[in-house]
């Protein structure tokens, strides 16, 4: 089995700063890593995921996150928000050879002017 | 292409009615999912479809039930409704993007039981 914790429920962060939101993961097999965004009153959407090879993952939006095997983590990083990017962030882990995705509790990112 | 689609997109119940959620999807996904997303809880697997003619319990299966009734189509129904069961609900299609396998969600149905 797999767990995912997010260890911040929400980040405020002020326009144009750089911000991090922090995932790390439990799981006893390799796994697939996920950032997904979700707008306020809408679905999950895609940032970026991490299945094999370079461990600097490039998203959409200018995000950006880093696998680090020997730390279990995932964090994604962005360095100059935008008020556009508010939004909650979840991260999502997947086992090798599992359907299921177990998604984290999720970061509120409040991007202030 | 649509990819996920999801009806009704608000549904208000009373306690003890059943409904039917129903969802769609046109990428021709083998895997099919039902969620549920609570405040800070994150989303929780309900139920799940690896392909057509199979479904499996999730996380938080209980007071739910699925058909799988094509490889379009996964709807999720509540037989008797519970105030816990007052939620936003997110069906998934997993797929390959570009060589990569993605989840896709759809907008979400927000449910309200009286």
């Known amino acids: 089995a797999q767990s995912v914790t997010q260890l911040d429920s929400q980040v405020p962060v002020f326009e144009e700063a750089p911000v991090e939101l922090r995932c790390n993961y439990s799981s006893s097999v390799s796994v697939y890593l996920f950032w997904y965004v979700q707008y306020p009153n809408q679905g999950l959407q895609l940032l970026l995921k991490y299945l094999s090879g370079s461990t600097l993952v490039k998203g959409i939006n200018g995000f950006e996150a880093e696998f680090n095997k020997s730390q279990t983590s995932f964090h994604l990083r962005k360095p100059s928000v935008h008020i556009s990017d508010t939004a909650e962030y979840f991260c999502a882990v997947k086992g090798a050879g599992s359907y299921q995705l177990t998604f984290g509790k999720g970061t509120k990112l409040s991007v202030i002017p | 292409n649509a990819g996920v689609t999801q009806t009704p997109k608000f549904q208000v119940l009373k306690t003890g009615q059943s409904m039917t959620l129903q969802c769609a999807q046109d990428?021709?996904?083998?895997?099919m999912y039902w969620y549920r997303q609570d405040p800070g809880m994150g989303l929780r697997l309900i139920y799940y479809?690896?392909?057509?003619?199979?479904?499996d319990k999730g996380e938080v299966p209980n007071g739910y039930n699925v058909s799988r009734l094509n490889k379009r189509e996964f709807s999720l129904r509540l037989e008797s409704a519970a105030p816990s069961q007052t939620s936003v609900y997110f069906c998934?299609?997993?797929?390959?993007?570009?060589?990569?396998?993605?989840?896709?969600f759809g907008p979400g149905t927000r449910l309200l039981v009286l």
């Open positions: 479809s690896a392909s057509e003619g199979t479904t």
């Open positions: 990428m021709n996904h083998n895997s």
């Open positions: 998934a299609s997993r797929g390959q993007d570009r060589g990569q396998e993605t989840q896709y």
